[in-house]
């Protein structure tokens, strides 16, 4: 079976990262062929520019399902009407509103055969009944704890210091950084630093959260948040806003907690645990489950009902 991969770039050619992530987890599925389409560009133009290739590319390939990334993608490729159409919804996709929102429902319900969502609040958030939850999956050969001592000298930080890592860049404003930056001057303690994620390769992200004392994650809104996964896998102690799927990742969990959106929740959460020494969480425990080679024998699976008499 022939599987076209449809999304937005990087600007170099390449799935953002989320997508390509998940793209290359699906290498390891036997039944099944992997190709893929990356749009480029800014706009509206970089959709209508692309349409064309789409239709040639999957009759060049012959293709049996595209698998489109983001609404706006999988309307575009269902416009094609070149082979069914398994959408794969963001949070963003999930929150928007009007007329969007509209074409969404629309898409799902009569041109899609068919809808991922991410976790069961944006499933309902969405409002489609035949919508699909199956949540990212991580890693956990790559994302294993790790010393963080030798990650901290490969890094060049100072062991003195307590390492407090942002795993976003702060100018997104969904994440959500003036929340940390405010709760950090109220702790008001010298020994902290804090160190955003601008930019990094695979590599260093693993590195950055090996070396962290803790990661925290002050975003307005996710989805199924994959540094948050990331970090688990790596047994690493986290502090998160109440988004997403986080509460129940964090459920029965140590070495985590789950804080408001103020800074004073954010900034005694920080302050305990420093205070109380806490070095690592059980979260690789949690993350078993979630193993990126379990979610792709899930969407191969997908995969196969659609091919089964049209299902």
């Not at 692309?50 to 293709?63: C, D, F, P």
């Not at 963080?148 to 307590?162: F, P």
């Not at 992200?205 to 790596?234: H, T």
């Amino acid at each position: 079976m022939k599987i076209l991969w449809v999304a937005r770039g990087n600007g170099k050619g390449e799935f953002k990262s989320v997508v390509k992530n998940q793209f290359d987890s699906m290498q390891s599925c036997q039944k099944i062929e992997l190709f893929k389409f990356v749009l480029e560009g800014k706009g509206i133009g970089a959709y209508l520019k692309n349409y064309l290739g789409i239709i040639r590319y999957a009759k060049k390939e012959g293709v049996d399902i595209i698998h489109a990334h983001y609404s706006l993608t999988a309307i575009l490729c269902a416009l094609t009407f070149s082979c069914p159409v398994f959408a794969s919804l963001m949070g963003s996709d999930v929150m928007a509103k009007g007329s969007k929102r509209w074409w969404i429902r629309l898409f799902a319900n009569r041109f899609w055969r068919r809808v991922l969502v991410k976790t069961e609040e944006m499933y309902l958030s969405l409002g489609v009944d035949s919508a699909l939850v199956i949540p990212n999956g991580v890693d956990l050969d790559f994302y294993y704890p790790m010393p963080q001592s030798e990650a901290q000298k490969a890094l060049g930080w100072n062991n003195r210091n307590y390492h407090i890592v942002f795993p976003s860049n702060p100018v997104r404003s969904e994440k959500n950084f003036a929340l940390l930056d405010e709760a950090i001057g109220l702790v008001n303690d010298p020994e902290i630093q804090v160190h955003t994620m601008i930019d990094l390769s695979r590599v260093q992200v693993r590195q950055y959260f090996a070396a962290s004392d803790l990661i925290v994650l002050s975003s307005l809104r996710e989805g199924s948040p994959n540094a948050i996964k990331e970090a688990l896998a790596m047994n690493k102690v986290v502090i998160s806003t109440d988004v997403g799927d986080v509460r129940q990742m964090f459920q029965n969990l140590m070495g985590v907690k789950l804080v408001g959106h103020n800074c004073s929740d954010l900034a005694n959460a920080i302050v305990q645990m420093k205070s109380e020494g806490i070095k690592v969480s059980d979260g690789r425990s949690k993350m078993l489950g979630l193993s990126s080679q379990k979610i792709a024998q899930k969407i191969e699976e997908i995969y196969f009902s659609m091919s089964r008499k049209g299902g």
